[in-house]
């Protein structure tokens, strides 16, 4: 391998990792692989038109129309693999290309090696499969998928070295011919899906930080635009090596993007991929050096005549063929069972987000008149403590005053050293700006010692413009004391986050106006998983004085899902000490990571199991499936009721959302969901 092989090497790695990146959160957010595919091999068909040959240099179409079927299936059957399993699994099966290049090279192009060079490939498959080994998480279609893409695959690359030399044509002629052609037969299949309302167009998807929302067709252009360059690279070192040394140049590409997906993804890299990536290098080693010591033979092609190689040739695309149309056909046949019963993957992501925009929507109409442009506003008690779901309520409550484009001049939090002292806040009211007090369900004597403190704002600063942002309520003793501090407050609005809040509210605070607004944490919006799953459920309950079972019940749920085989976890929603806030933190950057890290926590479960308010919520905008039991008082029932009401698209089956009574009847509802999913 020359120098400038090796840069094309360099090239063609670095473009297959980010290309699989942003072809994963594009595939995640759209379930669609035929956009992506279409994209790729449309933008090598431009490069056709743009690219001219040598005058006298003619190329016989007809002759690469069946390397075009090949490069079709390869980029079509990988997006499908990479959108219906992990990154880790789809690459792991294609590991296995080696060995059919190998055997098609013996079938097709008569090559012979030693039995010793063939067995150098084994090392190399079961090095990348130790390597996946933690994300072993896939469908059927993306196991077949994977399979006949490897077959698709080393077809292609073994008739690409035969078609070159029989036409006489560079490789880049050769390959922006073959992306034309598989543009023209791919176009007709996605037009048919189109009408059939498979696949969406400008569908919103969010970034990471879930700050900035993203059209899909970012991901989009940019996944297609870099796996046309990853094959253009590919292409370029297929043409200076062997099919079979290319193919083992290709397992260590994958090596290098299955660590990266690891990494980026957020799943853990233990000691056995560690050891599945130096066998894998191992066996790279083993087969150059077999292969060094062996000179092929000088004509792999002595004693096959031509009428035989075509016979071969044709017999094997025609195969490679049957199984790629019937593992597209699965897959296209999903578009018109998915539209017949309205329950296409696509559609209830639509209508899923939908349904978020509409809660984002009502939310600043709600609050816009309450919120005047031309005022100031602080928010008190803005919670940065260690309880993850309390830090979403003050991101939302950030992204209301961005959304509404209001002017803040502060905040303060109990839980650091940016103290809410009643100095600190009178001189906030002195200088007429709008205390905005925390939103959350703390509001009443569940939860005294923050009531308590809201409660002495209101007394200290009578005469300030306040306004307490959407809460749950609950007393257990009437509020008489708190109704008469109240009323005493001219300035003072309230806002509830549930319809029986506010009516409790407009029973016993008569004379301080409350409003129903949404909560805040439906203003995060859009969230996509950081990270594939690695267990089938990830539980996260309560264990404080809004818990309702009690820990035995729950371990007999687990009893239960042990019996059926089912991986489970615990996580915890609140941080240890070691991530809790410092002085001098940024707080839009440290809410930001408590997404983060809630995200990872959530992501690692297929489906999850909570009691929780806001891992219900945060299970809503990540779009996972989940199963809720309510917590002492019925908030979470409350809470969801209320910002769904006339809502079509929140209905729990798009939001894939279901109540249980009791953990052993979520467990029950948990066996048959996972088997659906």
Not at 339 to 365: D, F, P
Request: hydrophobic share 45%; net charge positive.
């Amino acid at each position: 391998m020359n120098s400038r092989t090796g840069i094309s090497v360099i090239f063609w790695y670095s473009c297959t990792v980010i290309s699989t990146i942003y072809s994963k959160r594009y595939l995640a957010a759209s379930g669609d692989p035929y956009s992506l595919s279409l994209l790729s091999v449309g933008i090598g068909a431009l490069g056709s038109l743009l690219y001219r040959p040598r005058k006298d240099v003619s190329i016989d179409r007809g002759k690469l129309y069946p390397l075009a079927m090949l490069h079709l299936a390869t980029t079509l059957l990988t997006n499908i693999s990479l959108g219906k399993a992990s990154v880790a699994f789809t690459y792991m099966v294609k590991a296995a290309e080696p060995i059919f290049a190998a055997v098609l090279c013996r079938l097709v192009l008569n090559d012979r090696w030693p039995f010793h060079i063939y067995l150098s490939l084994l090392p190399i498959f079961f090095g990348v499969s130790l390597t996946a080994g933690a994300e072993m998480n896939f469908s059927l279609i993306g196991l077949f998928s994977a399979l006949a893409s490897n077959l698709a695959s080393s077809s292609r690359n073994v008739f690409f070295k035969s078609t070159l030399k029989e036409l006489s044509v560079n490789w880049i002629s050769a390959y922006f011919e073959v992306c034309r052609g598989a543009f023209t037969l791919l176009a007709p299949l996605y037009g048919l899906g189109v009408v059939a309302g498979k696949w969406s167009k400008n569908v919103e998807v969010k970034t990471l930080d879930s700050t900035i929302t993203n059209d899909a067709s970012t991901y989009l252009v940019l996944g297609a635009s870099l796996h046309f360059a990853y094959n253009l690279f590919s292409f370029a070192v297929l043409d200076k090596l062997s099919p079979v040394t290319h193919a083992v140049t290709n397992v260590m590409k994958r090596v290098m993007t299955i660590i990266s997906s690891l990494l980026y993804f957020g799943t853990p890299f233990n000691l056995a991929q560690f050891f599945g990536f130096i066998l894998a290098n191992t066996g790279v080693g083993w087969y150059s050096y077999a292969k060094m010591k062996f000179k092929e033979t000088p004509n792999g092609w002595e004693g096959v005549s031509a009428s035989r190689l075509e016979w071969r040739k044709s017999a094997c695309i025609k195969a490679v063929g049957v199984i790629v149309l019937m593992t597209i056909a699965t897959d296209f046949l999903g578009v018109f069972h998915s539209v017949y019963a309205h329950r296409s993957r696509g559609v209830r992501e639509l209508n899923r987000r939908e349904c978020l925009r509409k809660i984002k929507s009502q939310t600043l109409n709600a609050m816009g008149p309450l919120l005047p442009e031309d005022a100031r506003y602080v928010i008190i008690d803005l919670a940065t403590h260690t309880n993850l779901g309390d830090n979403f309520l003050s991101l939302g409550e950030q992204k209301l005053i961005h959304g509404l484009d209001r002017k803040l001049v502060g905040v303060c939090t109990l839980s650091t050293k940016r103290s809410c002292s009643f100095d600190r806040v009178g001189e906030y009211a002195r200088d007429n700006v709008t205390l905005l007090i925390h939103a959350g369900g703390n509001f009443g004597t569940l939860w005294g010692y923050i009531h308590a403190y809201r409660m002495k704002v209101f007394s200290n600063f009578r005469t300030a413009r306040m306004l307490s942002l959407p809460q749950s309520v609950y007393y257990d003793k009437e509020p008489k004391n708190d109704a008469k501090i109240m009323a005493d407050c001219p300035n003072l609005t309230l806002t509830w986050r549930s319809r029986d809040s506010l009516q409790y509210a407009q029973e016993n605070f008569p004379q301080t106006p409350s409003f129903f607004v949404p909560d805040m944490a439906f203003m995060i919006g859009d969230v996509i998983p950081d990270a594939e799953p690695v267990v089938d459920i990830v539980f996260l309950v309560r264990s404080d004085r809004e818990s309702v079972h009690k820990s035995a019940s729950w371990k007999e749920a687990q009893r239960l899902l042990s019996e059926h085989g089912i991986s489970y976890e615990h996580v915890d929603w609140k941080l240890t000490k070691d991530q809790e806030t410092f002085p001098g933190f940024d707080v839009g950057d440290l809410l930001l990571k408590r997404l983060h890290i809630a995200n990872r926590l959530l992501s690692r479960g297929k489906l999850i199991v909570a009691d929780r308010l806001h891992a219900i919520i945060l299970s809503t905008l990540m779009g996972k499936p989940h199963i809720y039991l309510d917590n002492s008082y019925k908030k979470i029932t409350q809470v969801r009721k209320a910002a769904f009401a006339d809502k079509p698209e929140c209905s729990d089956e798009n939001l894939q959302a279901e109540y249980a009574d009791n953990p052993l009847v979520a467990a029950e509802m948990a066996i048959k969901r996972l088997h659906k999913l």
